[in-house]
């Protein structure tokens, strides 16, 4: 079938090759036989060679969804595309092609061997996706720039890498550059990185000491000893930042789960000033200062006292929960459990007397036998849904008993928040009546000219009249008990919509694990039964 | 008996009534709290009693015809020894000092009985009762202690009532009689729990007074049944956790609540009526046992045994009944009196009233108003030193110095006229054997041999060849029941455990990479070949191959197999899968492998109905004829894999008998490596090291010989040596080391010439008698010749060697007295 080499002629992947392809490369014989009696399913193909086929483009791959290993080389394929779908795929050659970029692998996570030997290929990239590549084959290509050996340390398990016929491969000390940044690699071109390395050295550099079993990593790695430090100690920081930003996202994590993130200190104070230039602008007064410093001392401890309750609350909600569930697994594993047992003693009895109902040979006793089976069958089925039946009840008060339970603690929460809120805002009152207080004395020295102070010109602006300065003071006072009241509202409503979700989520849970086990006897009841049937029908066929 | 089985009967009864209403009842409290700490179960459950049931008529009671006699005439006198005849003077001394004794205290006591004190022995001769107690320590650790003993006394020994209840019995026989006859009255009892006591080292006495009449006649219908007495179950701790706060509710009982009631009332009702009608019983039983209030009672005559308190670390007093063999405390009100008591070694007379039975006596028989003694001397014949001080005083008290004015203060109770007790272990059955082993080159290291099922065990140490650790059979031929237990860890294969019947072998493994944990194979009867070519073997048929696996976390339940089971004969293979985590069922399959030709003559492949599944969660890809195929192919490899791999465990059970006969047959030992006189090769090289040893010794030796040592014995010792002197003894030496060096010379060479000129006489001898010679004698003379040129040639070499050393070893010797510390002043000669 396959087509002369030197026609030129591109093809196109249609389904009719692929067909021919799979058909050819499919089970042979007796199976094949079978096989092409059933026809088979693009998804069930685990290998695919499409070789020496003058391919262009690779397409009409999306089916095969379970395809292991996938053969494209010696065609004309000038793009990696067309692949997305083939996320089992663990071999993927590719060699002896156009490609001049590697892109499109992005979804290929399983990807342990990949060959591109033979392309255009002038730059390694874009194969992050692929931890789990072990062997990677880039001979014969256009890479020019050693830099691009660094970017494979990123490859924690690979272990074979041919970069022979490059333009770096040129370089003189190509492969002692790769020994060193590359300490795992065991192959490189084809060779054990030992011995052939053994062998450069003599060439390369006086002989050193040749004790230990790889004498020659060690001497690469000594050559490269300054940049490789230099890049390890990057690589650690990297890391070190990257656990760091990780921790801290947990850690805000954690007081999102307890609905009171942000208030272990004085971040929402600071938010209320954030946007309010008129309190901002006040804070300049003569004693405002002071005030304010107490008032935010005074703020932030509420604040902190909201959060350690929330995480203590939320605490206490976990162990609640995790009780719960404990309590529901241990719940129906007993019940499974006695099912398995009802089901294994049916089994016993079903078993010696459907080989009873065999070797009966009277017609009437035959019948009668089967009538007592399938009442065995259905007191089987009556026993199992009785079971089934009990637990959904027994499941249905405990649910609702742990309903009530964290719709009681949820509401206690809520409002011990709102009352340390109100303190937050009783607060604010207060404040907004000191502060008003000094504002209105200011203006009335302002007005009386004796103010000593120089005040900002923003804030002098304020001073023009009473109204003026009142209804700034007013403005900053609102502004902050919105931001407040936006606090307990959010904390409110997330931590109310938490719960509805997670009472939903188990009543959900709980009906399909109803709907699954009711299936399952159904499913197991019916089988059961048209086992008996057909034992008749062969009986009364005989 | 049959008392004995209606008691338990009733019992029984009893105890089924309370279980149910146990049960009622624990519903009941279930109903109302759902967890509650279980109480402990103190009745009996029925199969305790059913137990019980065949343990009772497992015993086989033999009622004799006759009546137990044991009189005299029974007895076989002629071969009992000597003592038992005759009196000793000694003793018949005693014998007067007791009718002194008796005399006396029936003159002080005319109301009280006389005293049991000499009655006659099986051979009509009176001896007095201290001396029939035979202290004697038995051979078997089973009967160290008391109540092995008494139990032993009471099941070894057939109860004879007392010819007269009222009296103490006119014979006292010796207790090798008594154990020779196995039957005796209660005196006969306590003499040889006694003896058996004091000889294990309690204080025990053997005790004349007044029992019941359950005790004289050995009565136990009124004790609790010892069978039913449960021995104290170790409680366990039931680690009770506390309910969970969700833990679910109990289903909902549907039973009506009035049904209920009712059926509580009815049950009630009829436990009342039973109850009633049992305790109507139970009086009617009891005025039957009580009707008769013993006539007699206070006045039947006992014997029995006390044990004090002090030795063997008895905490306080008590008493043995001989006839059960029970302990009872000093309290107990069988016990109506004490008249008197013995040991060894002294008789004692009860002074106190025994008006309350024995509850208020007091058992110091040092205490001579409370107990009368009848020798003095013994260790507990006085309360205290003082009370001895002032015994002038309390002479006028008659009863206190009662026969002992005339005795001789220092007689001792005389040796015991009875026999050694002996009491051999005859007609036991051996029912078990077990034979310790060490240092076994097979590692066997026990052995046990059940005589009664005739099965052998045979228990390893780890490091057999086979990995065995046990292996139980009856025959060492293949095919039988048998059992081999191995070292799993030291096997390749994970086998842990095989058993064989005729019919079966089955397999248990463990840490098996294919998750393998179980194979079953069954055989049939073997084809005879028609053939008999007799070296190839004829393995039997295999009928079915079970397999059962583990789970293997690395596959999804539903393709994971838990069981599969080829049926060989009926080419079926049947698998049953592992149950998913949330499922109560399991995938199933079947293959019926049929080769089939359909109606054109195909092969028929496949077919649907060649494979009958039931899948949990059906799924796609399974329903596919080529999927069914290809699995169905997989399972025929495996299936003749299994078939291989039991034709091979078959082989390897060969194996392992024929090695094991063996090793059975060889014996060999192992040898420790630290084992220096048995190991051969560390014996080797420990010789080689000790020979190098003594070699390196003498050399040493003589590198450290003094030659200076006989000239400077000369001079004065401890004195440094001038310069003249040195010079002296060097010179010395070294003409002493010349001298000796030509005397060395003068001997080789004066024994060359002499060898020289004895073969040139023997040469000119043979020229001169060439021609007379015989053979034989010019052989000898030809071997003299040899053996003579030998020699001279060695002597030669000696002497050359000699010639050229001598002035080496002078120069060296010279050299060595230069540097010699001890003839320093030389050196400073010549420095």
């Known amino acids: 079938m396959n087509q002369p080499c030197n026609s030129m002629e591109p093809r196109v992947m249609d389904d009719d090759m692929l067909k021919l392809a799979v058909g050819d490369q499919g089970p042979q014989e007796e199976a094949g036989q079978l096989a092409k009696q059933e026809g088979i399913l693009f998804k069930d193909v685990l290998s695919l060679q499409l070789d020496f086929r003058n391919i262009l483009r690779i397409d009409n791959l999306w089916q095969f969804e379970n395809l292991r290993k996938l053969q494209l080389d010696n065609n004309i394929i000038e793009k990696i595309e067309g692949l997305e779908n083939l996320a089992h795929l663990v071999w993927l050659d590719l060699s002896f092609n156009n490609i001049e970029t590697i892109e499109g692998l992005d979804t290929l996570v399983n990807l342990e061997d990949l060959s591109l030997f033979n392309n255009r290929i002038s730059k390694i990239d874009s194969l992050d996706a692929l931890v789990k590549l072990q062997v990677l084959s880039l001979g014969n290509n256009r890479i020019d720039n050693m830099m691009n050996i660094i970017y494979l340390r990123r490859f924690k398990c690979l272990r074979t890498l041919s970069l022979s016929r490059n333009p770096i491969s040129e370089a003189e000390d190509y492969k002692m550059f790769i020994c060193a940044y590359l300490p795992d690699l065991m192959y490189l071109d084809y060779r054990r990185i030992d011995d052939h390395t053994a062998s450069v050295s003599l060439s390369v550099s006086q002989p050193c000491e040749t004790d230990s079993s790889s004498p020659q990593k060690k001497l690469a790695e000594a050559k490269h000893q300054y940049s490789i430090d230099e890049l390890k100690h990057q690589e650690n920081l990297m890391q070190a930042q990257l656990e760091d930003e990780q921790a801290q996202r947990e850690e805000l994590e954690k007081h999102k789960t307890a609905f009171v993130e942000h208030l272990n200190g004085s971040f929402l104070f600071d938010s209320m000033y954030a946007e309010d230039s008129e309190g901002n602008n006040l804070s300049y007064l003569p004693g405002v200062g002071e005030l304010l410093e107490t008032y935010k001392d005074k703020f932030v401890i509420i604040c902190v006292n909201i959060f350690e309750y929330g995480l203590k609350q939320q605490e206490k909600r976990k162990t609640e929960l995790d009780t719960f569930s404990e309590c529901v697994r241990e719940a129906i594993q007993e019940n499974q459990e006695q099912g398995k047992r009802k089901i294994a003693k049916f089994e016993e009895k079903h078993l010696s007397s459907l080989s009873a109902i065999r070797e009966e040979l009277e017609l009437p006793n035959i019948e009668k036998m089967i009538l007592e089976c399938s009442a065995d069958i259905s007191e089987l089925f009556d026993a199992l849904m009785t079971l089934e039946m009990q637990l959904v009840e027994q499941l249905e008060e405990t649910i609702n008993m742990f309903e009530r339970n964290i719709v009681d603690m949820v509401g206690l929460f809520i409002e011990n928040v709102q009352s340390l809120m109100a303190q937050c805002r009783d607060l604010e009152n207060h404040h907004h009546e000191k502060l008003l207080e000094i504002s209105i004395s200011t203006l009335e020295k302002i007005v009386e000219g004796d103010l000593d102070e120089d005040l900002p010109n923003d804030l002098r602006a304020l001073f023009v009249d009473k109204d003026t300065i009142v209804n700034a003071v007013g403005a900053s006072h609102d502004i902050h008990l919105l931001k407040i009241d936006n606090r307990e509202d959010e904390l409110v409503t997330r931590i109310n919509s938490w719960c509805t979700r997670l009472i939903d989520r188990i009543h959900k849970d709980e009906i399909m694990r109803n709907r699954k086990r009711v299936k399952e006897i159904n499913q197991y009841i019916d089988h059961m039964q048209s086992e008996l049937d057909n034992l008749e029908c062969g009986d009364i066929l005989d | ?831």
């Open chain 2, 1 to 831: 008996m049959e008392v004995l089985r209606e008691k338990v009967e009733e019992e029984e009864e009893a105890e089924r009534e309370e279980a149910a209403e146990w049960a009622e009842w624990a519903r009941m409290e279930k109903m109302m709290r759902p967890v509650e700490v279980r109480k402990e179960e103190i009745t009996l459950k029925q199969e305790t009693l059913r137990d019980l049931e065949k343990k009772l008529s497992e015993i086989q009671i033999t009622v004799s015809a006759e009546l137990p006699a044991f009189t005299k005439d029974t007895i076989d006198i002629s071969k009992l020894p000597i003592s038992y005849k005759t009196n000793t003077p000694k003793e018949e001394h005693l014998l007067q000092v007791a009718d002194n004794f008796s005399r006396q205290y029936s003159h002080l006591c005319p109301d009280r009985v006389p005293l049991f004190l000499h009655p006659l022995n099986e051979c009509e001769v009176p001896k007095f009762v201290s001396t029939t107690l035979r202290p004697t320590l038995m051979p078997y650790p089973e009967l160290y202690n008391w109540d092995s003993c008494a139990q032993f006394v009471s099941d070894f020994l057939t109860m004879v009532p007392l010819p007269d209840p009222l009296k103490p019995p006119s014979h006292l026989y010796s207790s090798t009689t008594v154990l020779k006859y196995q039957k005796g009255n209660c005196f006969d009892f306590s003499t040889l729990l006694c003896s058996m006591l004091i000889g294990s080292g309690y204080d025990a006495y053997c005790v004349n007074g007044y029992g019941s009449l359950d005790l004289c006649h050995m009565d136990l219908t009124r004790e609790v049944c010892p069978l039913t007495v449960k021995p104290k179950e170790t409680i366990k701790k039931e680690e009770k956790v506390l309910p969970k706060k969700y833990t679910i509710k109990p289903p909902r009982d549907l039973c009506s609540r009035f049904e209920q009631e009712q059926e509580v009332k009815k049950q009630q009702e009829i436990r009342a009526q039973e109850k009633k009608r049992l305790r109507e019983e139970e009086e009617r039983l009891m005025e039957a046992e009580k009707a008769k209030p013993d006539a007699l009672h206070g006045l039947r005559v006992h014997s029995w045994v006390l044990v004090l308190s002090g030795k063997r670390e008895v905490p306080e007093n008590f008493f043995i009944d001989p006839f059960t063999g029970h302990s009872y405390s000093t309290q107990d009100e069988h016990f109506l009196g004490i008249e008197s008591l013995w040991n060894h070694k002294n008789y004692w007379i009860n002074m106190q009233d025994c008006w309350n039975c024995c509850k208020d006596l007091i058992f110091d028989l040092g205490d001579p108003v409370r107990w009368e003694y009848m020798l003095l001397g013994t260790d507990k014949s006085q309360l205290s030193l003082t009370e001895e001080d002032d015994s002038g005083i309390n002479d006028e008290d008659d009863v206190e110095n009662l026969g002992k004015e005339d005795e001789d203060k220092s007689f001792d109770m005389p040796h015991s006229w009875v026999e050694q007790i002996e009491i051999s272990p005859e007609g036991t059955n051996i029912l078990e054997i077990k034979e310790w082993y060490q240092n076994r080159e097979d590692m066997l290291e026990l052995k046990h041999i059940n005589k009664t099922t005739d099965l052998k065990t045979d228990y390893f140490k780890p490091g057999h060849p086979q990995a065995l650790r046990v292996h139980s059979y009856k025959s060492m031929q293949p095919e039988m029941d048998r059992v081999i237990e191995f070292y799993e860890t030291a096997r390749v294969d994970g086998l842990m455990k095989r058993e064989e019947t005729p019919r079966t072998m089955t397999e248990y493994y463990q840490g098996r990479p294919d998750f393998l944990s179980y194979r079953h194979a069954s055989f049939g009867p073997r084809v005879k070949k028609l053939t008999l070519s007799s070296a190839e073997s004829n393995p039997r048929p295999i009928v079915k191959i079970t397999e059962r696996f583990f789970r293997n976390p690395a596959k999804p339940a539903e393709e994971d197999v838990a069981e599969r089971v080829f049926l060989v004969a009926e080419e079926r293979i049947q698998l049953r899968y592992h149950c998913r985590e949330d499922h109560i069922t399991a995938s199933k399959r079947e293959f019926l492998r049929r080769t089939e030709v359909d109606s054109k003559g195909n092969k028929i492949i496949m077919t649907p109905d060649m494979c009958i599944s039931f899948e949990v969660e059906p799924m796609e890809h399974t329903k596919k004829l080529l999927y069914q195929y290809e699995a169905m192919m997989h399972l025929k490899r495996e299936e003749k894999l299994s078939r291989h791999q039991v034709w091979e465990s078959e082989l390897e059970v060969l194996e392992i008998l024929k090695l094991r006969e063996e090793e059975e047959a060889a014996h060999t030992l192992t040898i420790s490596i630290y084992d220096t006189k048995r190991n051969e090769k560390s014996k080797e090289y420990r010789e080689a090291m000790e020979r190098m040893m003594h070699e390196e010794h003498l050399r040493q030796v003589e590198t450290q010989l003094d030659y200076l040592a006989p000239f400077l014995a000369q001079l004065p010792p401890g004195e440094k040596l001038t310069c003249w002197q040195a010079v002296r003894l060097k010179d010395e030496c070294l003409s002493d080391f010349k001298q000796r060096l030509i005397n060395k010379a003068n001997l080789i060479q004066a024994r060359f010439e002499k060898e020289t000129q004895e073969l040139q006489k023997k040469q000119q001898w043979y020229q001169e008698n060439q021609v007379t010679l015989t053979p034989e004698d010019e052989d000898l003379y030809l071997s003299y010749c040899s053996q003579a040129m030998f020699r001279i040639r060695i002597l030669e070499q000696r002497l050359n060697r000699h010639k050229e050393l001598a002035p080496l070893k002078y120069l060296a010797l010279e050299e060595k007295l230069y540097k010699d510390p001890r003839l320093g002043e030389l050196q400073k000669i010549f420095a």
